[in-house]
T-cell receptor
Framework: GDSVTQMEGPVTLSEEAFLTINCTYT??????LFWYVQYPGEGLQLLLK?????DKGSNKGFEATYRKETTSFHLEKGSVQVSDSAVYFC?????????????FGQGTTLQVKP | NAGVTQTPKFQVLKTGQSMTLQCAQD?????MYWYRQDPGMGLRLIYY???????DKGEVPNGYNVSRLNKREFSLRLESAAPSQTSVYFC???????????FGDGTRLSIL
């Protein structure tokens, strides 16, 4: 079945460092891909999405490109801030059913130190 | 604009007690979902409702029941709580397939 694999965390960076969180997926067809962010004590919020191959999603300085050839959707940010400390989830839409279901990776915790 | 509202935010139960978690959305979405979040395991789908009047099992439905009361509300019931059901529960909704899901702030449930 479809699945999402994220890099293990936690990831600890200093402020202004470059961030990459790897995400690869296995899917039949052409799913939409998403990055969600969860700040401490809160629910998940959509960070960015891409709906087809070569699309680049971007928001708040974060970017991710839908790479069909490598089945990847890596999250990047050029200069992280302490306020970016959160858990990041990669997800894909489940196309096996017309229900809007998402399949999530296990999440990657990011800690940014001043 | 409230979005997805979950109640309660926190609850402690004893083993064997029953409880209903409430979820309501004000975005006129057709689909609603219940997830549980456990450390190191991401989010796992418990049940979902693709439209009013329908419900289906997700990845981990055992020990739970759901009711899609109307288009706005989707409740999750634990009939006889077990310590293994200690978790953070999230409700989400979406307009249609291939649209992103909006999440509530979660219910932190502890079962002793």
């Amino acid at each position: 079945g479809d699945s999402v694999t994220q890099m293990e965390g936690p990831v600890t960076l200093s402020e202004e460092a470059f961030l990459t969180i790897n995400c690869t997926y296995t899917a039949t067809g052409y799913p939409s891909l998403f990055w969600y962010v969860q700040y401490p004590g809160e629910g998940l919020q959509l960070l960015l999405k891409a709906t087809k191959a070569d699309d680049k999603g971007s928001n708040k300085g974060f970017e991710a490109t839908y790479r069909k050839e490598t089945t990847s959707f890596h999250l990047e940010k050029g200069s992280v801030q302490v306020s970016d400390s959160a858990v990041y989830f990669c997800a894909l839409s489940d196309l096996s059913s017309n229900t809007g279901k998402l399949i999530f990776g296990q999440g990657t915790t990011l800690q940014v130190k001043p | 604009n409230a979005g997805v509202t979950q109640t309660p935010k926190f609850q402690v139960l004893k083993t064997g007690q029953s409880m209903t978690l409430q979820c309501a959305q004000d975005m006129n979405h057709n689909s609603m979902y219940w997830y549980r979040q456990d450390p190191g395991m991401g989010l796992r789908l418990i049940y979902y409702s693709a439209s009013e009047g329908t419900t289906d099992k997700g990845e981990v439905p055992n020990g739970y029941n759901v009711s899609r009361l109307n288009k706005r509300e989707f409740s999750l019931r634990l009939e006889s709580a077990a310590p293994s059901q200690t978790s953070v529960y999230f409700c989400a909704s979406s307009e249609a397939w291939d649209r992103y899901q909006h999440f509530g702030d979660g219910t932190r449930l502890s079962i002793l």
